[in-house]
T-cell receptor, first 118, second 113 residues
């Protein structure tokens, strides 16, 4: 069954440290999409990135980078030189469209709370 | 401005008193869904809709109802709320399917006493 595991419940770092948030997924299909969303203390959910299962290239956006490895079913997120404003809960999510069942669900992990201290 | 609007933002109600949480999007998105967020459990999908008049159960549909009579609106109905439905609820929409970016509402914090 499809599942997203974020084993790190909470991570604390000091500003300027690099930090990696882990995401491991399980899926039945060969076509799927992975996402990361950020939930800052204000509560809203903010889209960060989408990656499809056929694109294993790593992506970098400023201080953020993502490492997608199909061989280990992982889609890890690294923040370089962390800042206090990065403090948030980060969710990894899996989109799985099962045409045979006509279902389309977005499955979230349980989230990782990142606290960055000055 | 493109947005998903949920109302109310906060609600305290009593067990058994029917309530509706409204959700509206102005982006002409086909896919809409409801999630509940609970500590340690992340976001879990309650119901989703792939288009007008097309709805389906998510992972935790018990105790909830939805309808999709118009493309822009997707209300969440609790016919007889119970304390275990105390949670933070999010409505979301995406252009076509879940493989596109989801836009979330601001959330509704519901307390059932």
């Amino acid at each position: 069954a499809q599942k997203v595991t974020q084993a790190q419940t909470e991570i604390s770092v000091v500003e300027k440290e690099d930090v990696t948030l882990d995401c491991v997924y399980e899926t039945r299909d060969t076509t799927y999409y992975l996402f990361w969303y950020k939930q800052p203390p204000s509560g809203e959910l903010v889209f960060l990135i989408r990656r499809n299962s056929f694109d294993e290239q790593n992506e970098i956006s400023g201080r953020y980078s993502w490492n997608f490895q199909k061989s280990t079913s992982s889609f890890n997120f690294t923040i370089t030189a962390s800042q206090v404003v990065d403090s948030a809960v980060y969710f990894c999510a899996l989109s799985e469209v099962l045409g045979a069942y006509n279902t389309d669900k977005l499955i979230f992990g349980t989230g990782t709370r990142l606290q960055v201290f000055p | 401005e493109a947005q998903v609007t949920q109302n109310p933002r906060y609600l305290i109600t009593v067990t058994g008193k029917k309530l509706t949480v409204t959700c509206s999007q102005n982006m002409n998105h086909e896919y809409m869904s409801w999630y509940r967020q609970d500590p340690g459990l992340g976001l879990r999908q309650i119901y989703y809709s792939m288009n007008v008049e097309v709805t389906d159960k998510g992972d935790v549909p018990e105790g909830y109802k939805v309808s999709r009579k118009e493309k822009r609106n997707f209300p969440l109905i609790l016919e007889s709320p119970s304390p275990n439905q105390t949670s933070l609820y999010f409505c979301a929409s995406s252009l076509q399917r879940t493989n596109t970016e989801a836009f979330f509402g601001q959330g509704t914090r519901l307390t059932v006493v």
